[in-house]
C-alpha cells in the first residue's frame, strides 16, 4: 500500500535535546496528522493540521503542515525520556476519512 | 474523551479457527471505523474501513472473505479472521471517527495481538 516518507528512521538522543522530523509525499493531503505509538499500544493523537502553512503546538510539540501541502514537520522541544517511541505521521485526501501513514520514525532518549 | 478499545487485547488460537476482535467508541457514535494491519517494527496498513448499516470497504489485497467486518452500531465494528492461519499472526488495530464534531481525526484503540499456532 501507499506510504509516506518519513526521516530520519531512527534516532537516538540525549536527554533534554531538541527533536526534529518530518514526512513527504508525492501526493497533496487535505490533512496532516502526528501520531506516538508506544510498544504494544495503538497510536495516540499528537497533533492535527488542517490547513496548509498552520503551526500548531501542544506542549514541548510543534508542527506544522507544509505549504505546498505534501510535506509536515515535527518537533519536540528539551526530550524526556518517555518521550521514547514511534512517531508516525498521518495524511488524509479531501472528502475521505481515510488515512495513509508515514514510515515511522523510532525515537529513543538516552538519560 | 474519545476513547476507544478493543477486545481481546491479546489471543491466540490453532490454525483453522476463527477469531473475533472488538472494537468500541466509548464516549462517541462512529458511523465510520478503520481497520489497521501492522507487522513488527513496520507502520500500520488499512485494511478496510467499516461502515455503520453499510458494507464494509476493503483495500486492494484484502480478502473479505478471510476478513469479515460487522459493523452492528454506531459504537462497534467487530473483525473476524475466518481460518486462521500462522501468516495471519500480527497487530491488528481499529480507529474511529466521532460522529461529532465532523473532524476526519481517527482514534485509535490499544490493539489485538493475535498468534495463530
Known amino acids: 500500500g501507499q506510504q509516506l516518507n518519513q526521516s530520519p528512521q531512527s534516532m537516538f538522543i540525549q536527554e533534554g535535546e531538541d527533536v526534529s522530523m518530518n514526512c513527504t509525499s508525492s501526493?497533496?493531503?487535505?490533512?496532516w496528522l502526528w501520531y506516538k505509538q508506544e510498544p504494544g499500544e495503538g497510536p495516540v493523537l499528537l497533533i492535527a493540521?488542517?490547513?496548509?502553512?498552520e503551526l500548531t503546538s501542544n506542549g514541548r510539540l510543534t508542527a506544522q503542515f507544509g505549504i505546498t501541502r505534501k510535506d509536515s514537520f515535527l518537533n519536540i522541544s528539551a526530550s524526556i525520556p518517555s518521550d521514547v517511541g514511534i512517531y508516525f505521521c498521518?495524511?488524509?485526501?479531501?472528502?475521505?476519512?481515510?488515512?495513509?501513514f508515514g514510515t515511522g520514525t523510532r525515537l529513543k532518549v538516552l538519560a | 474523551g474519545a476513547v476507544v478499545s478493543q477486545h481481546p487485547s491479546r489471543v491466540i488460537c490453532k490454525s483453522g479457527t476463527s477469531v473475533k476482535i472488538e472494537c468500541r467508541s466509548l464516549?462517541?457514535?462512529?458511523?465510520?471505523m478503520f481497520w489497521y494491519r501492522q507487522f513488527p517494527k513496520k507502520s500500520l496498513m488499512l485494511m478496510a474501513t467499516?461502515?455503520?448499516?453499510?458494507?464494509?470497504?476493503?483495500e486492494q489485497g484484502v480478502e473479505k472473505d478471510k476478513f469479515l467486518i460487522n459493523h452492528a452500531s454506531l459504537t462497534l465494528s467487530t473483525l473476524t479472521v475466518t481460518s486462521a492461519h500462522p501468516e495471519d499472526s500480527s497487530f491488528y488495530i481499529c480507529?474511529?471517527?466521532?460522529?461529532?464534531?465532523?473532524?476526519?481525526?481517527?482514534?485509535f484503540g490499544p490493539g489485538t495481538r493475535l498468534t495463530v499456532l
Open positions: 464516549d462517541f457514535q462512529a458511523t465510520t
Open positions: 498521518a495524511g488524509s485526501f479531501s472528502g475521505t476519512y481515510k488515512y495513509i
Open positions: 480507529s474511529a471517527v466521532p460522529d461529532h464534531p465532523m473532524t476526519d481525526t481517527q482514534y
Open positions: 501526493s497533496i493531503f487535505n490533512t
Open positions: 493540521l488542517y490547513k496548509a502553512g
Open positions: 467499516s461502515n455503520e448499516g453499510s458494507k464494509a470497504t476493503y
